[in-house]
């Protein structure tokens, strides 16, 4: 006899989240009022875009802690961040390749990051669509 788990939580999710903190912690490693952070424009919307994304992510973690499903709603997330992390991908590979490709190993990190992140949510996107397991 199997016994199902009550927890229904996907682990692209969860492991959204840990690496999106550490993406955060990598590109705002120098506080300065939020300057290092958000200031300049291709690092600013990487780090805006992570951080807006993670905060979704902990909402949707404990939603789905609490059993609360919306699969229509969490299709479209699914699909916006991916777009959303793709961009900020190309977004951190060509802000490497102009300014800092040997000089920053954080930045170096994060766009590693933000690319694992990307195939997190590619892996969400096929689990909501049947064509993968969690």
């Not at 802000?95 to 190993?105: G, V």
């Amino acid at each position: 006899m199997k016994v199902k788990s009550q927890l229904k939580f996907k682990y692209p999710l969860l492991y959204n989240i840990i690496f999106g903190f550490i993406v955060c912690s990598l590109l705002c490693y120098y506080w300065y009022g939020g300057r290092t952070c958000f200031y300049e424009g291709r690092l600013g919307f990487v780090s805006g875009v992570n951080f807006i994304i993670v905060i979704i992510n902990l909402v949707l973690f404990v939603l789905s802690l609490l059993n609360v499903a919306n699969y229509k709603m969490e299709r479209i997330y699914s699909i916006v961040g991916m777009v959303l992390f793709i961009i900020a991908f190309a977004i951190m590979f060509w802000y490497l390749i102009e300014y800092e490709f040997n000089h920053s190993q954080q930045h170096i990190a994060a766009t590693i990051l933000v690319g694992i992140i990307m195939g997190l949510f590619i892996w969400d996107y096929k689990i909501l669509h049947g064509d993968a397991f969690n």
